[in-house]
């Protein structure tokens, strides 16, 4: 069994900024990639931003010189920090993971979401 708990997210204002958090825990061996999605109601899941083990990072059009992914490997964290935040950031964001599990099968896992909103 694998848990990803969220937190984070909340109310704010456009322009403001949040801190999302990711953290791993139960039968987890090493955890290569961490990404965050996001969904908006009515909308498809999107990628927002992606890390690998090694702490190569990408990012959407859309969030690109506004939010930075990063991950703490000792903690099994990932991090989303959200600067300039805008309206149409508002969504139910999700963390997900690629790892491999104490039995040593490749496994990808998700969070239950946290919802950011940001007002205008």
């Known amino acids: 069994q694998v848990r990803l708990v969220e937190s984070g997210g909340g109310l704010v204002q456009a322009g403001g900024s949040l801190r999302l958090s990711c953290a791993a825990s139960g039968s987890i061996f090493s955890i290569n990639a961490m990404r965050w999605y996001r969904q908006a109601p009515g909308k498809q899941r999107d990628l927002v931003a992606h890390i690998t083990r090694g702490g190569s990072t990408n990012y959407s059009d859309s969030v690109k010189g506004r939010f930075t992914i990063s991950r703490d490997n000792s903690k099994n964290t990932a991090y989303l920090q959200m600067n300039s935040l805008k309206p149409e950031d508002t969504a139910v964001y999700y963390c997900?993971?690629?790892?491999?599990?104490?039995?040593?099968?490749?496994?990808?896992?998700w969070g239950q979401g946290t919802q950011v909103t940001v007002s205008s």
């Open positions: 997900n993971i690629d790892f491999v599990d104490n039995y040593r099968y490749a496994r990808n896992s």
